[in-house]
C-alpha cells in the first residue's frame, strides 16, 4: 500500500509548518484504519493535478490581455469555479468512496460473525447429534445384547421343550411296545408250550430288542423298564419255583422237557458260539443257557449226560464264575440285566 507522507516526512512537515490541519489528522487516522485509502487518495490528487495543470496552461497561453477579457466576461470566474467544483467532487467522491468501503467491511465483519454465529451452532448440532448417535448406539448395542439373551433363553427352552418331548415319544413308544409284549406273553400268545426260563431269556430278548433300548439309549436310565420287566414277569408267570433252586438242575429239566424242534429252535435263538469273548464276559448266565441247549442238540453219543453241568463248567472255566443257587428273582433280574445290557453293547458298536 501507498502511504501519503512517511513517518519522517509527516514529522517534517510537521515541523517546517508549525500546525498538523484537521484534514491531516483525519486521513492519517482513516489510512491507519484503512491502509488502501492512500492509493485512492493519491490517484485522486493526481487527477486533480493534471486538471489543474491543464488550467495553468490554459492561463499562461492566453497572456496578460486576455486574463483581463476573462476577467471582464466573468470566464475566468467561471473557470475557477469549476476548478474548485472539480476538487470539491474529488473529495466528495473520495469520501463517499471511503465510507463505502468501510460499510463495506462493517458488513464483512458482520457476515463473518454470523457465519461464525452459524459455524458454532453447526458444531454444537453436529456434537449433539453425534451424542445423540452415541446413545442410540449404546442403546441399539445393549438392545441386540438383550435379543441375543432372549434369543438363548428361546433356544434353551427350545432345546429343553423338544427333549422333553422327545424323551415323552420315546417313553411312550417304549410302554406300548412293553404292554404289546408282555400282554402277548401272559395270553400264551409267544412262547407257549416252553420252559419258563427259556421264556424268559427269550421274553427279554424280545423287550430289549424293541423301543424300550431305545429309551435307554437317550435317557440313560436303566432302572425303569428293566425292574418294569422283573415285576411283570414275576406277577404273570404261574411256573416259578417258590424257594431256592440249583441254577444246574433247572436248565437240565429245561432241556429235558423240550422236544428237539423246540431244542434246536432256541439254542438257534440263543446260540453264543459266534459272540465275541468280550460280550460274552458281561453275560455268564445267558452263556451257560445258550451252551447248555447247544450241548443237548448233540447226538446222544457225543452229548454229555449233563449238559448243564457242563455248560457251568466250561463258563467258570472260560467266563466267570457264577453262584450254583438262585431265586426266580434274582434269577429273572439277572437274565434281564445281562440281556438289557448286550443289546446295548450290539447298538453301540453298530453305532461306533
Not at 513517518?7 to 491507519?32: A, C, D, I, M
Not at 427352552?157 to 413308544?173: D, G
Amino acid at each position: 500500500m501507498t502511504n501519503l507522507f512517511s513517518p519522517q516526512e509527516s514529522g517534517n512537515f510537521q515541523q517546517n509548518t508549525g500546525f498538523v490541519t484537521p484534514s491531516t489528522q483525519t486521513l492519517e487516522k482513516l489510512q491507519r484504519r484503512v491502509p488502501v485509502v492512500g492509493d485512492k487518495a493519491i490517484i485522486d490528487l493526481i487527477n486533480g493535478i493534471q486538471i489543474n495543470k491543464e488550467m495553468l496552461r490554459y492561463r499562461k497561453n492566453r497572456g496578460w490581455f486576455g486574463n483581463l477579457i476573462s476577467k471582464l466576461d466573468g470566464s475566468d470566474n467561471k473557470r475557477q469555479i469549476l476548478l474548485d467544483g472539480n476538487l470539491i467532487a474529488g473529495q466528495e467522491a473520495l469520501a463517499n468512496w471511503v465510507l463505502e468501503l468501510t460499510d463495506s467491511l462493517k458488513i464483512s465483519q458482520t457476515a463473518l460473525e454470523i457465519t461464525q454465529n452459524s459455524l458454532l451452532e453447526a458444531r454444537d448440532a453436529i456434537r449433539h447429534q453425534k451424542q445423540r448417535l452415541q446413545k442410540q448406539e449404546d442403546a441399539i448395542n445393549k438392545l441386540s445384547e438383550q435379543f441375543n439373551q432372549l434369543a438363548e433363553q428361546v433356544h434353551q427352552r427350545l432345546n429343553n421343550i423338544e427333549s422333553r418331548i422327545r424323551k415323552l415319544e420315546v417313553r411312550v413308544a417304549a410302554n406300548e411296545d412293553l404292554d404289546h409284549i408282555i400282554t402277548a406273553w401272559a395270553a400264551g400268545q409267544t412262547y407257549s408250550q416252553l420252559p419258563w426260563a427259556i421264556q424268559i431269556a427269550l421274553l427279554a430278548r424280545e423287550v430289549f430288542s424293541s423301543s424300550v433300548i431305545n429309551y435307554e439309549l437317550e435317557t440313560g436310565d436303566k432302572e425303569r423298564y428293566r425292574q418294569l420287566l422283573v415285576n411283570k414277569i414275576i406277577a404273570h408267570s404261574k411256573q416259578l419255583p417258590n424257594s431256592f433252586f440249583g441254577i444246574g438242575d433247572l436248565l437240565e429239566q429245561t432241556w429235558i422237557s423240550m422236544n428237539n424242534d423246540d431244542r434246536e429252535l432256541t439254542a438257534g435263538l440263543l446260540e453264543i458260539r459266534s459272540i465275541p469273548q468280550k460280550r460274552l464276559t458281561n453275560i455268564p448266565h445267558l452263556f451257560v443257557i445258550g451252551t447248555t441247549l447247544e450241548l443237548a442238540t448233540l447226538p446222544e453219543e457225543v452229548r454229555p449226560n449233563k449238559p448243564a453241568q457242563s455248560a457251568i463248567y466250561l463258563c467258570r472255566a472260560q467266563i466267570d464264575s457264577i453262584s450254583r443257587t438262585t431265586d426266580a428273582r434274582e434269577f429273572i433280574t439277572t437274565i434281564v440285566e445281562e440281556t438289557a445290557n448286550d443289546c446295548l453293547t450290539i447298538i453301540n458298536n453298530i453305532s461306533n
